[in-house]
């Protein structure tokens, strides 16, 4: 019994104490210009796909999904609100993967390895997809996977053929920063004009990089990739994925 309360006992400081922690950070963003995205209750400033199910939801505090939405049309989770420059922070985890999938191995300059015949080299990995679109674009979307070039790169200009060189090589992320499955990880992301600069858990994996075409102002979204297939069953590189602490700045004029 004593042990049992000295236990409960520890666990309601710590709670306290988290609850302390957020607190005073909260205080910190709105001082800084932040405004907060999400209360940790409700989607109040999110649209829910018309028909989801139940699938984008808040479970202990955070944004979950289990890309199993039931939506006919577009599945993914975006804000009411609409922006054009701004700091975006942003938490979030990879719950778990959800197959094996065949990753193509991307080089520094955002160009494929290729074999002697010229086919792409891939590698059987554990994987699971989600991303968000900046603006509400799916071209500038920045990815979020168990891809080895690492989560923030904007796969809709790179992977085109049409891209050149040095755009290409400028969305590719320069480390993969990714903490392992499972673990929090931050963005922070800077988007000026047709221009963003991310950071992944405070490293820089992009730089000024320009997205071409990118509409003036659009909404921030949370991509549904993947899904069930006809059995029910996952796909491979589905968005098993949570979000938390996400906060905006505008840098509008």
């Known amino acids: 019994m004593g042990i049992a309360l000295r236990v409960s006992g520890v666990l309601v400081a710590v709670l306290l104490h988290v ?23 409700d989607l109040g400033q999110w649209v829910i796909p018309e028909g989801d199910g139940g699938h984008w939801k808040v479970l202990d505090g955070v944004i979950d999904y289990d890309a199993r939405s039931e939506a006919p049309g577009s599945k993914h989770l975006q804000t009411r609100d609409e922006f054009g420059d701004f700091i975006l922070k942003i938490d979030w985890r990879i719950k778990q993967t959800s197959g094996s999938y065949d990753v193509p191995v991307v080089l ?18 554990p994987n699971a997809d989600s991303g968000i679109y900046l603006r509400g674009e799916s071209k500038a979307q920045l990815n979020i996977w168990c891809w080895p070039v690492g989560s923030g ?22 480390i993969n920063a ?22 992944l858990n405070d490293h820089m994996i992009l730089e000024n990089a320009l997205l071409p075409e990118i509409p003036e102002r659009g909404p921030i979204v949370l991509q549904h990739h993947g899904g069930p297939d ?24």
Do not use: M
Request: charged residues 30%.
């Open 19 to 41: 609850s302390v922690f957020n607190q005073a950070n909260a205080q910190l963003e709105i001082e800084d210009g932040y405004r907060s995205l999400f209360n940790g209750k």
């Open 108 to 125: 520094s300059d955002g160009s494929y390895l290729k074999d002697a015949a010229g086919k792409k080299v891939t590698i059987k990995t």
């Open 153 to 174: 790169e904007v796969y809709g200009v790179r992977h085109k053929d049409s891209t050149p060189p040095e755009i290409r090589a400028g969305v590719t992320p320069r």
């Open 178 to 199: 990714d903490k392992p499955v499972g673990e929090w990880n931050k963005f922070v992301i800077i988007l000026i004009k047709n221009r963003v600069t991310v950071y």
């Open 230 to 253: 006809g059995k029910g069953k996952l796909r491979p590189a589905s968005s098993l994925v949570q979000f938390r602490n996400i906060w905006i700045k505008s840098l509008d004029p």
